[in-house]
Nanobody, 126 residues
């Protein structure tokens, strides 16, 4: 059984930086995709980015490309989302998630993931 716990959220001014962590309990042995999603009030959950656990390939939605970086430590079962040049529109609850399967998946679809953390709130003030 895999459990995910996000941390590191809080309040930051626009233009600032913040790093979120995702602690994974229950080792991931196969090449799942670990994703980051976010959900703002009144909006659908949105794909932020993801990383293939073994290969390390990363994926980002266009609105965060060049500003956000996803990294992981396989041995420590940790994943991070480094966020820079934050904007008020980045304000949301941020979730990490594990894909249902390995291989070819739609990494941007929330339905591709079956294990979710409880989220951590990020608020960017203008």
């Amino acid at each position: 059984q895999v459990h995910l716990v996000e941390s590191g959220g809080g309040l930051v001014q626009a233009g600032g930086s913040m790093t979120l962590s995702c602690a994974i309990s229950g080792h991931i042995y196969v090449d799942h995709v670990m994703g980051w999603f976010r959900q703002a009030p009144g909006k659908d959950r949105e794909f932020v980015g993801g990383i293939r656990w073994i290969e390390g390939n990363t994926y980002y939605t266009s609105s965060v490309k060049g500003r956000f970086i996803i990294s992981r430590d396989n041995a420590e079962d940790m994943m991070w989302l480094q966020m820079a040049s934050l904007k008020p529109e980045d304000t949301a609850e941020y979730y990490c998630a594990r894909s249902r399967s390995t291989g070819v998946i739609d990494v941007s679809a929330s339905q591709s993931y079956d294990v979710w953390g409880r989220g951590t709130q990020v608020t960017v003030s203008s």
